[in-house]
């Protein structure tokens, strides 16, 4: 009996050592398949574009490692999350989101069927997005200040369309500060409603600079205010919100990569170095400044902090403009 015991012993031993081994290899030789990024806005959206281009930068840094994005469009982000924060924890599902998507969305939907402090583990930070306020390209407008003129003239036949709790946030920020009683209409995605806005359909919407900058060219929207802290390099000559009297830099999004909690910290360190040198690349930088967005470079430990300043900002925005999505 105790020999057949110390057989039992050993032989459990050797399997919890074989597992180990196993383990690490499998962690040695990450990613050995397809790497999916759940990300939860449509493709082209201002979300997708530079997700796209990053992760050709992390295809050249890994040398051809196969990371695909996952669009999982729809309530704002929180599909995607939710999808993300649930997957397996092993490095083979990541979701690219922003602090609006994460920190925004707690506050403002209620419930939300994720709580991102316990099932969701910053990687990387990526870079930061702000919107702007867009109009059609037949308004009249020439500056926010006309533009209040207008919609004050149009009354309660003046509409504006969110698809976004960043374009949610600033559009309440703007038309409470300007005492403007106006219809909002939700879309699922940005495209649709940018596309109704071009059409006449919409009186503004805030967009992300990264999407809006390319329609402004193609003529299909005007942009009158950034809503950053600062003017946006792309677009030196258009003012801040807050500039004007409306605050909406408290909400401005930083987006980075996560991984489920109970990702192995051997695959997290890998990814971090991974995306740390895409986000940090000229190329990256380049792509951004060209396109209303603004390159951030930042670690773990700066986006725990960023997401809990977030998280702190969008509840006083909850509370004070007493947004409640069910």
Do not use: C
Not at 128 to 145: C, R, T
Not at 248 to 258: L, N, V
């Amino acid at each position: 009996m105790r020999f057949a015991r110390i057989v039992a012993v050993v032989t459990a031993m050797a399997a919890g050592l074989t597992a180990q081994m196993t383990s690490a290899q499998a962690q040695d030789n990450y990613p050995d398949k397809p790497v999916r990024i759940m990300l939860g806005f449509a493709a082209g959206s201002g979300a997708d574009i530079p997700a796209r281009f990053l992760l050709e930068q992390l295809r050249q840094i890994t040398n051809g490692a196969t990371f695909i994005v996952d669009n999982r469009p729809g309530a704002s982000g929180n599909i995607a999350v939710d999808a993300g924060a649930k997957a397996k924890p092993d490095g083979y599902t990541l979701l690219l989101a922003s602090t609006a998507t994460t920190a925004g969305n707690a506050a403002l939907y209620k419930p939300v069927p994720f709580d991102v402090k316990k099932e969701l583990v910053p990687i990387a930070a990526l870079h930061e997005n702000g919107f702007a306020l867009a109009i059609g390209p037949d308004n009249p407008s020439k500056n926010v200040a006309e533009l209040t003129q207008y919609l004050k003239a149009k009354g309660k036949r003046a509409t504006y369309g969110w698809a976004t709790t960043v374009g949610l946030a600033a559009s309440v920020a703007y038309t409470s500060g300007a005492s403007l009683d106006m219809t909002p209409v939700a879309y699922k995605i940005t495209p649709d409603a940018v596309r109704d806005l071009s059409a006449g359909q919409l009186d503004f919407v805030f967009v992300d600079t990264l999407y809006a900058s390319g329609q402004e060219r193609q003529g299909k929207v005007k942009l009158l205010a950034v809503t950053t802290a600062a003017a946006n390099p792309a677009m030196p000559n258009v003012p801040t919100m807050d500039s004007l009297g409306y605050r909406t830099s408290d909400t401005t999004p930083i987006w980075a990569m996560w991984a489920p909690t109970g990702t192995p910290k051997p695959i997290l360190d890998k990814l971090a170095n991974w995306f740390m040198q895409a986000a940090g690349s000229k190329a990256y930088a380049d792509f951004l400044l060209n396109n209303g967005g603004v390159p951030v470079k930042g670690d773990a430990a700066f986006m725990t902090k960023k997401l809990d300043e977030a998280i702190v900002a969008w509840n006083k925005v909850a509370e004070v403009a007493k947004i409640d999505i069910k």
